[in-house]
């Protein structure tokens, strides 16, 4: 059997891929909000309606698809949630109304949760833990690319078709990526094509026992380092949740873009998020590097320094441009994606591999709450008080959420995945070179 060179990238570039599909159909929503409110004579508070309905069966089925994903494995667990949310993207394309949107994307949601989980635990698998944010930057960097490929296949389905054209399309892409997931994905000790130079460098820096215990979710409730990640974030999420399903009407409603226009601008906050989701990769790599800190403190720098730069799309409010308003969007798509990243890599830090799944999507739900309850907020007051206040709102809430994290995670948490030496971590500058 053929062995591959880097076998690990080939498989965290499947998990993106994954990524981007389960993005490109949650925001096909968004980039078709302003035609389903004519088209269909959907309120502003209607679509919070529909929004809220993918947040809060995503925020319930958070910890539920963590734990099947943990207990099936990655590749079945993942393969069926993925397969899921894909029919029931088609089956958003028959809705007549705003309650059949909304329960189509109730049901997405609850498939789509599986993601995060199923992204973290494959990361988990294939990378020795000083990669491991690299690796979740990598794949995390498809959410925001399946936020930018949204507008432009929105808007070319609604030119040729209808927006439920959109609908369909992302749902056939997301089972064809099934079928390729079931054929190439496998555990790295089951994996054929790896070498086994590979294989010791990824297995030196995975725990020494793979002895397989079960999840005990009181047990992780009861500990501050769950709730050092929990609560972050909650605060944070909601500004991710605004950014994605609220950026296309903000601009009709605020500045009066037609369709065009959120064609060729809406994406643009997305890019940026792509290059947070990336350097915020490399962030704790530089941070061990230059400040001599351990590898929980660089991930809180990394979370420190993305909730500084969220003050930026508060701002929008003191000026009146529309392309000021991107720039400062795309300065909070950048800082969202780098803090989020080295949130979610901190599951993976600092509990063990068989809770990793499970962990993280409790600390999912506690964000997705949060995302929920603003997304209704914003229906009901965006009309009445405008964006603006709502934007500032948001970058207090990412401030708040650094804070409570150098509260409760401790700089000496132990770091697991990473053999005896916890905290001694090789600060080589890591590239997807394919080098084993």
Known sequence: MRKIRGMRWYMIGL???????????????AAAAPTLQTEMHISTQQYSYIIAAFSACYTIAQPITGFIVDTLGTKIGYGIFAMLWGCFAITASFATGWVGLAAARGLGGFAESAMIPSGLKASTEWFPSKERSVAVGYFN??????????????????????????FVIVGLMTLVWVGLWAFVYFHPSKQKHLSEEEYAYISAGQPNTLKKEKVRVWVLLSQKKFWGIALPRFLAEPAWGTFNAWIPLFMVKTYGFDLKQIAIFAWM????????????????????????????????????LGAFLMIGPGLIGLFGSPYIAIALLCVGGFAHQSLSGALITLSADVFEPHEVATANGLTGMAAWTASTMFALVVGALSDVIGFSPLFAILSVFDILGAIVLFSLLKNNTVVCGASQQADVVDTELLVPEGNA
């Open 15 to 29: 998990v993106t891929l994954g990524t981007i599909l389960c993005y490109l159909t949650r925001n096909t929503i």
């Open 269 to 304: 906050p997305m890019v940026f998020a792509d290059v947070g989701c990336i350097l915020g990769g490399y962030m704790p790599v530089f941070f061990q590097k230059v400040f001599r800190v351990n590898l929980i403190s660089s991930r809180k720098l990394v979370v420190l």
């Open 141 to 166: 960097v498809g959410s925001s690319i399946g936020a930018v490929l949204a507008p432009p296949i929105v808007v070319w389905a609604i030119m040729y078709q209808s927006w439920r054209l959109a």
